[in-house]
T-cell receptor
Framework: DAGVTQSPTHLIKTRGQQVTLRCSPK?????VSWYQQALGQGPQFIFQ???????QRGNFPDRFSGHQFPNYSSELNVNALLLGDSALYLC???????????FGPGTRLTVL | AQSVTQLGSHVSVSEGALVLLRCNYS??????LFWYVQYPNQGLQLLLK??????LVKGINGFEAEFKKSETSFHLTKPSAHMSDAAEYFC?????????????FGTGTRLLVSP
């Protein structure tokens, strides 16, 4: 049983560019959440998707957007990249109504 | 708003010694509490969780934590440290256990284990 998978593993972009990160949830899971983890910090909640709709959103600007597909996989898009967007981006999946989220290995984004 | 405070960004123990990682939370509603572990260049792995019921919670790899409402604490312990326990540990709180969780994490504690 595959766990949460994310692609790519690493990514290097320059300021002003746009990036798309991808996540496939654990089998049987129907919610996907995205977190940003800056170096030396704890993860910060970006948003959560369920039934292809954004259900909750953290304190992140509109440059951060997402999508959930009918197969429950998800994308995180970040426009107009800033140096401060450099971080590990974690995807977590869960199953309504259970109380546990399972995290993927993350995508390391570096903005130069 | 919910928040988590983890006391000590680094904790050093000797192999075989007691591990104690501290976590205090703030929540206006009954909290759901979690401990996650992160090994270098990896994602987060759930160690244990408290939702309702018994306040002493046992997790994987010999870890346990006790929910103390009066102290707003959820400290993580392990009786005897192993070299493989060296990692970053995160405490997190959520206001719901329905699956629509927004986890609020602490800043983490790095556990160092010496031989």
């Amino acid at each position: 049983d595959a766990g949460v998978t994310q692609s790519p593993t690493h990514l290097i972009k320059t300021r002003g560019q746009q990036v798309t990160l991808r996540c496939s949830p654990k089998s049987g899971h129907d919610t996907v959440s995205w977190y940003q983890q800056a170096l030396g910090q704890g993860p910060q909640f970006i948003f959560q998707y369920y039934e292809e709709e954004e259900r909750q959103r953290g304190n992140f600007p509109d440059r951060f957007s997402g999508h959930q597909f009918p197969n429950y996989s998800s994308e995180l898009n970040v426009n107009a990249l800033l140096l401060g967007d450099s971080a590990l981006y974690l995807c977590a999946s869960g199953q309504v109504p259970t109380d546990t989220q399972y995290f993927g290995p993350g995508t390391r984004l570096t903005v130069l | 708003a919910q928040s988590v405070t983890q006391l000590g960004s680094h904790v050093s123990v000797s192999e075989g010694a007691l591990v104690l990682l501290r976590c205090n939370y703030s929540s206006s509603v009954p909290p759901y509490l979690f401990w996650y572990v992160q090994y270098p260049n990896q994602g987060l792995q759930l160690l244990l969780k408290y939702t309702t019921g018994a306040t002493l919670v046992k997790g994987i790899n010999g870890f346990e934590a006790e929910f103390k409402k009066s102290e707003t604490s959820f400290h993580l312990t392990k009786p005897s440290a192993h070299m493989s326990d060296a990692a970053e540990y995160f405490c997190a709180v959520s206001d719901t256990g329905t699956g629509f969780q927004k986890l609020v994490f602490g800043t983490g504690t790095r556990l160092l284990v010496s031989p």
